[in-house]
T-cell receptor, first 113, second 116 residues
Framework: AQTVTQSQPEMSVQEAETVTLSCTYD???????LFWYKQPPSRQMILVIR??????QNATENRFSVNFQKAAKSFSLKISDSQLGDAAMYFC??????????FGTGTSLTVIP | EAGVTQFPSHSVIEKGQTVTLRCDPI?????LYWYRRVMGKEIKFLLH????????ESGMPNNRFLAERTGGTYSTLKVQPAELEDSGVYFC??????????????FGPGTRLTVL
């Protein structure tokens, strides 16, 4: 069974600094998708970034980038130039070929002004 | 484009009572999913509809949970009778069958259920 592990329940970062959220997963599949979702205090969860497992190039979306290490089954999220609006709960998610999603327990990110 | 909406946003009920949660997916999205997050735990899959049909309900905890999607539009999730361990945030998500957004699920704000 696929599992997703986020080992950092809480993280904090100084405004304008960089922070990395870790995520590891376990799977026997070779084709899958990985996601980072963000849930701000208003509770609507939104997609931050997506990575296809067959792509070697790490995905990037503005200040957000991932470090995808397929062999190590690691998928960390780097937030550069952190802003107050980045404060949220971040969920790492794995999607298998059957379109089933598996989530981690989340990392609560605090941005310090 | 309106996003996924859920009603109510909060619900507080007593053990043994019945609660019905509603989810309205994004218009045109045939896939509809229900998830639950118990405090401090991961978000867990409950079930998946394709239009009005249950594609996968392997995550439903027990027969006190009943999900429906009549007409393939909105969905309801009924808990009857509610138990203390049912407390948590219930998320709904939707996605289209095809297109560039197929691999992404769009989430609603969730319904926070508290069973006393």
């Amino acid at each position: 069974a696929q599992t997703v592990t986020q080992s950092q329940p809480e993280m904090s970062v100084q405004e304008a600094e960089t922070v990395t959220l870790s995520c590891t997963y376990d799977t026997s599949e070779s084709d899958y998708y990985l996601f980072w979702y963000k849930q701000p205090p208003s509770r609507q969860m939104i997609l931050v970034i997506r990575q296809e497992a067959y792509k070697q190039q790490n995905a990037t979306e503005n200040r957000f980038s991932v470090n995808f290490q397929k062999a190590a089954k690691s998928f960390s999220l780097k937030i550069s130039d952190s802003q107050l609006g980045d404060a949220a709960m971040y969920f790492c998610a794995y999607r298998n070929t059957g379109n089933q999603f598996y989530f981690g327990t989340g990392t609560s990110l605090t941005v310090i002004p | 484009e309106a996003g996924v909406t859920q009603f109510p946003s909060h619900s507080v009920i007593e053990k043994g009572q019945t609660v019905t949660l509603r989810c309205d997916p994004i218009s045109g999205h045939d896939n509809l999913y229900w998830y639950r997050r118990v405090m401090g735990k991961e978000i867990k899959f409950l079930l998946h509809f394709v239009k009005e049909s249950k594609q996968d309900e392997s995550g439903m905890p027990n027969n006190r949970f009943l999900a429906e999607r009549t007409g393939g539009t909105y969905s309801t999730l009924k808990v009857q009778p509610a138990e203390l361990e049912d407390s948590g945030v219930y998320f709904c998500a939707s996605s289209p069958m095809t297109g560039t957004s197929y691999n992404e699920q769009f989430f609603g704000p969730g319904t926070r259920l508290t069973v006393l």
